[in-house]
């Protein structure tokens, strides 16, 4: 972000200074907030068309005076628009395979995990992979996908800004275990499926 302020000769007339906070956009820098010291011109001419005066007396000094005002001025759009720029990023994985990620922080991202079960034609594991999932609803969105090759599924989540995918496949059954992966590193690691949400919490929550 960058500060721009405007000089004596371009401000509003009731303005006595006014500062832009602009952001860095792909199509060029733009404003993202405008502030303006307004002076006390707004109450000038509320006082002016109410005929009441609407001054303020300083208990201390016990002088008069009309308040200044300070206007900020900023959109929930373009603030929106450059969370998501910010976000954004293009970058070459294994054998030059390019990955888009949406590199939100965990605690501001919209799905903070999607579940995977490595199949969906084994009842079995469906239906654990399903307890975790609704365990995980209770705190956080979260996403379920058995659609496609594992891997496809871990671009598609990279590309929502999911910070975890948990895998939940056949060595489950056995030892009640499940691959967390983190999006930013893509890196896995095996823990047991009641220690998933604990993590997460650690992860999103810390301060």
Not at 81 to 96: I, K, P, Q, T
Not at 112 to 141: D, G, M, T, W
Not at 153 to 166: H, K, L, N, T, V
Not at 167 to 180: A, C, G, K, P, Y
Request: aromatic fraction near 8%.
């Amino acid at each position: 972000m960058y500060k721009s302020v405007h000089e004596k000769n371009k401000l509003a007339h009731y303005a006595r200074a006014c500062t832009d906070i602009t952001f860095n956009f792909p199509f060029g820098i733009q404003e993202l907030m405008g502030i303006a010291a307004r002076g006390n011109y707004d109450l000038t001419q509320h006082s002016n068309a109410s005929g009441k005066m609407l001054e303020y007396l300083d208990p201390v000094t016990n002088m008069k005076y009309l308040p200044h005002v300070i206007e900020p001025s900023i959109g929930v759009d373009r603030l929106f628009l450059a969370l998501l720029v910010s976000a954004y990023r293009e970058e070459e994985v294994d054998n030059g395979e390019k990955r888009i990620v949406l590199g939100f922080k965990p605690s501001v991202a919209p799905i903070k995990a999607a579940v995977l079960p490595l199949v969906s034609n084994k009842p079995e594991l469906i239906e654990k992979a399903k307890q975790l999932f609704h365990r995980i609803k209770r705190r956080y969105n979260c996403e379920w996908d058995t659609s496609g090759a594992i891997g496809r599924r871990y671009r598609r989540a990279d590309e929502s800004g999911i910070p975890y995918c948990i895998t939940v496949d056949f060595d489950t059954l056995n030892d009640n275990t499940v691959t967390l992966r983190d999006r930013d590193s893509m890196k896995q690691v095996r823990m047991n499926i009641d220690d998933v949400i604990n993590h997460m919490v650690n992860e999103i929550e810390e301060f």
